[in-house]
């Protein structure tokens, strides 16, 4: 079955870091591929996405490529702020139905 | 894309009691969803809703403890029975929605469930 497997965390960072999450992939067919954000105390949010290969979606600063060739859908943003400050999960959908798959999460904190 | 309405947003439940949750959508869709999100963990779904028929669920869930209804194609309710602590989590509704040959998710706001 689809599978998504996230960079363990917590990742703790310094404000204007770099960031990189990884984030692979095992499905059938081509699936949509997703970032969801979950701030504190807050329900799930849609951070980007993107729908077939070479996509970029990008959104508050935050990149990713859907990359086929090594089913990988890395987050990355080049300089972070304290409020970026969340759990980002990686999921996909369309292979099964319209069911989603969801990384673990990882645990991002910036620190000033 | 699609508007997902949930509620409660947020609820504190004696045990033993039951909650029922309704997910309205802005739009008919065919399939839709239920996950729950454990604290500190990541989504599971719980089963898939199919108008006009009963719901499938996924391992480990079972209908006598989530009976979910589904009376028309923009309409669902999950409800958390006979509830103990172990049950606090955030429930999330869920519609697939094809565009443009691709299938994307949407998700409602979610349920915060505690149970004391």
């Known amino acids: 079955g689809d599978s998504v497997t996230q960079m363990e965390g917590p990742v703790t960072l310094s404000e204007e870091a770099f960031l990189t999450i990884n984030c692979t992939y095992t499905?059938?067919?081509?699936?949509?591929l997703f970032w969801y954000v979950q701030y504190p105390g807050e329900g799930l949010q849609l951070l980007l996405k993107?729908?077939?290969?070479?996509d970029k979606g990008s959104n508050k600063g935050f990149e990713a490529t859907y990359r086929k060739e090594t089913t990988s859908f890395h987050l990355e943003k080049g300089s972070v702020q304290v409020s970026d400050s969340a759990v980002y999960f990686c999921?996909?959908?369309?292979?099964?139905?319209?069911?989603?798959?969801f990384g673990d999460g990882t645990t991002l904190t910036v620190k000033p | 894309s699609a508007v997902i309405s949930q509620k409660p947003s947020r609820d504190i439940c004696q045990r033993g009691t039951s909650l029922t949750i309704q997910c309205q959508v802005d739009s008919q869709v065919t399939m839709m969803f239920w996950y729950r999100q454990q604290p500190g963990q990541s989504l599971t779904l719980i089963a898939t809703a199919n108008q006009g028929s009963e719901a499938t669920y996924e391992s480990g869930f079972v209908i006598d403890k989530f009976p979910i209804s589904r009376p028309n194609l923009t309409f669902s309710t999950l409800t958390v029975s006979n509830m103990s602590p172990e049950d606090s989590s955030i429930y999330l509704c869920?519609?697939?929605?094809?565009?443009?040959?691709?299938?994307?998710?949407?998700f409602g706001q979610g349920t915060r469930l505690t149970v004391v």
């Open positions: 499905a059938t067919g081509y699936p949509s």
């Open positions: 993107a729908t077939k290969a070479d």
């Open positions: 999921a996909l959908s369309g292979t099964n139905a319209g069911k989603s798959t």
């Open positions: 869920s519609v697939a929605r094809r565009t443009a040959g691709n299938t994307e998710a949407f």
